[in-house]
């Protein structure tokens, strides 16, 4: 039987589903029939195998030995409540869209805000990172208008783009060597002025370098410009309890930035089509072209549609998201928490492995669960060809890894008696960001420190 062969996919919840849906269906037992049968078009089970093995085509992003972009299938409960919203299909646009899965957004949200520390806020769910920081961006527009938008060079690429597509004039900052905003520079542009907002990156896309934000709020005492936080990725570090001394500091200030955007369809083990952003401040939501009064934009009545850029939005993104912090509350130490301090522990074994080995260059320990390191060639172009060489090597191995570009500033090349001849230089990259990692770290490093050998000789 088919149910017997060792199963890498989870069915255990599909049982469930069939139960939440009778229970669902019980909420509407005094409308009449409507004729609906629970016999599927016949041909749907033969479209359905096709599907499945066009799906094939994909890098097993559900399994430990994929370890490299931030990709990973969302927690059971998510998958679930979001596919029993789908028997109903509400959407958070208006109230009578998508009444419950309204308030659950509420909800949701509202946990989100209370784990930053936000005392008040305004906020929703959106299509994703992209869309929030888009968000953001306008309401901090909106408020300075004439001015400059500051970000990291290690900053998500979207910033310079949503600026160019708002119109804002957007600088980058250089970093430092860890890739982290270098607070001298940020300084030296915040003299000549004009500056709106400074975008603090809590956990880069390509390093998980964590921006010094209470250094930064700081200087907007000193210069008056919006701090808006970018923790698409890195958010909910907030509950870890195990980060280093700065990069704790840094996410424990995010309640004193003006917005943060976090996705929870990241870390926060919900499908694709999950952002959030929050604004500490109710009051911008009158920027969204409205006529009610302020105390509006906090009242049961509020119709998310009228803070929100999007307009039709899935109201089963909040459904799943709501029923994930109901079974895995947003708590410090708890078993959410504890699947982060996981992913991080196993960040950590691998750095020190790579550390202690001849064959790989390390820039810095990782501040999250990313892990990025080079390979040692005779020059820096040379390194970039073993990186490539090796991320495919591993990948034949069924071990996948990803490639990123970085500065070759992060490295001490020279200590290691590699020739400079680029200004960047590809690196190998891991996300260990499903915490079954850490009980993989000793395959995946048989595999990578095998492939590296196949290659280099
Ligand atoms: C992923 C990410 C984004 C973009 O978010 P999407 O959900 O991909 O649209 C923005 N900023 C950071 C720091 C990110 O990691």
Redesign the pocket.
Known sequence: MAQETPSVLDRASLALLGEALTKLEFGFSDLPPAGTTDEAHPETARVLGEVAERLWDNFPYFHPLYAGQ?LKPPHPIARTAYAMAMWINPNNHALDGGRASSVMEKEAVAGIAAMFGFPEHIGHLCG???MA?LEALWVAHKLRPNDTILASAQS?Y?HERISGVLGIPFESVATDGRGRMDLDALRHRLERGHVGTVVV?L???STGSVDPLPEILELRDLYGFRVHV?A??GGYFTLVETLEADTRRAFAAIGQADSVVI?P??HGLQPYGC?CVVFRDPKVGALYKHDSPYTYFTSGELHLGEISLECSRPGAAAVGLWATMRLLPLERGGEFAHGLRDSRKAALQLHAKLAGDERFITPFQPELDIVVWAVKGKTTRDSTRLAREIFHEAGSHNLHLALAELPVAFFDFESAGVTVDSNTVTCLRSVLMKPEHLAWIDRIWEILSESADAVIR
Request: net charge negative; no cysteine; aromatic share 6%.
């Open positions: 931030m994703g990172g992209t920081n998500h979207t990156t956990g880069t896309t970018d698409a990725y996705d369809h990241k952002g």
